[in-house]
């Protein structure tokens, strides 16, 4: 993680704040553990203002999750795009380039994959791999239109990315409403259903698309070694802590920044053929495809703090508000947006516990 912006103040009462490059990671995860439990807290007032107890929320948000087995399907289910999402934006974060576009890059990548399912005719065998790579290629060129503007122009990429959703999203639903418009399905705005060889298999009563599952585990992974293995992540790691460093070394920044994007666009894009082929088995409208899915992996991506092993473990924790969150609105009639409400609290106090991560309080030395 980046330095923070501010500096060590003045002494008080004989201690300093001081600031510290290299965190215990006890200090870390107690810091993060903290800061989850008091998110959690903040939700339980909302919770007792809105008329319910927090206790029986929280009952029913472990028990329609953990407490059955379709509810950790369910669980899983939902932590698929996030593990694919959380981690390619895990490598983003650490090379700098903050990518909050996820949304339209997953959209971009369902897009091509329905395209190959619906109109390019390949031999059954091929059908699936071709789509994965035609989303990955999709996503990654969609998130590289923002990292070239970073690295050639210096435009920010955190507005070009998010204003790049709302294109992502009114061009899918051009397509759907307009030209992809399915034939066989009376008027209604999705596309034909792809045909069985275009289809992802799940596991038997759920909708657990097992090999999205295993191809984001894998993708964890290699980007795990990537990082912390390979000559390509010291030179990503560098410009993400030092990026005057790292020019003073002679490393390509902006090649660095761009190979980040494709990485983490198409990771997004990756989700987004997932769901497609498992989930809806055709292309509809984007939101029922995203589901804020894109939003929700920056939070896992922070939890892990840039470590792509670690956000499949951050994923599955927030796949289990995101899961649970169904059976909070219907059990107690709350707000359909109560789970962005518990992911926004979570993301609100990770940010503002970061201080307690990366500064000690030293004692200042006499004389």
């Known amino acids: ?7 060590s103040g003045r002494s008080v009462f004989g201690l300093r704040l001081e600031y510290d490059p290299s965190p215990p990671a ?5 810091v993060l553990a903290l800061a989850i439990v008091a998110a959690f807290l903040a939700a339980s007032l909302i919770f007792w203002a809105y008329g ?5 929320v929280y009952k029913t948000l472990l028990g329609d999750t953990l407490g059955s087995r379709v509810g950790l399907a369910e669980v899983l289910r939902r932590a698929i795009p996030l593990i694919l999402i959380g981690t390619g934006l895990t490598l983003a974060l650490r090379g700098q380039f903050f990518n909050i576009g996820a949304e339209g890059q997953m959209a971009m990548g369902a897009t091509a994959a329905a395209g190959v399912a619906l109109f390019v005719p390949l031999p059954p065998p091929l059908t699936l791999p071709v789509m994965f790579l035609a989303g990955f290629m999709a996503g990654g060129a969609y998130a590289l239109i923002a990292a070239w503007l970073k690295a050639r122009l210096g435009v920010n990429e955190i507005l070009t990315t998010l204003m790049l959703n709302y294109i992502a999203v009114y061009g899918v639903l051009y397509l759907v409403q307009g030209p992809w418009r399915g034939k066989s399905l009376f008027g209604f705005a999705f596309t034909d259903t792809f045909p069985p060889q275009a ?35 010291y030179a ?4 993400g802590e030092n990026p005057k460093a790292a020019q003073y070394a002679g490393i390509p920044i902006a090649r660095v920044v761009l190979l980040v994007a494709l990485c983490s666009g198409g ?26 899915y894109g939003f929700t992996a920056l939070i896992v991506a922070y939890l ?24 909070m609105k219907i059990a107690f009639q709350m707000p ?6 518990f992911s926004g609290l979570i993301l609100l106090f990770i940010i503002a516990s970061e201080p307690l991560v990366n500064y000690r309080l030293r004692r200042k030395p006499h004389g």
Request: charged residues 15%; positive net charge; without cysteine.
């Open 1 to 7: 993680m980046n330095k923070p912006a501010f500096r």
């Open 26 to 30: 006890r200090r870390v995860g107690l």
């Open 52 to 56: 319910v107890s927090p206790v029986e």
């Open 199 to 233: 289809q992802l298999p799940t596991l038997p009563g759920t909708l657990v698309h097992w090999p999205t599952l295993i191809l984001g585990v894998v993708l964890a992974v290699l980007l795990q070694v990537l990082l912390t293995r390979t000559t390509l992540g």
């Open 236 to 239: 990503v790691r560098v410009v």
């Open 267 to 292: 990771a997004a894009g990756l989700a987004g053929v997932g769901e497609v082929a498992s989930i809806h088995k055709k292309l509809l409208d984007p939101s029922q495809i995203t589901l804020g």
């Open 304 to 327: 892990s703090r840039g470590n792509p092993i670690l956000s499949v473990l951050t994923a599955l924790l927030m796949a289990v508000i995101f899961a649970g969150g169904d059976g």
């Open 336 to 341: 359909f947006r109560v789970v962005d409400v």
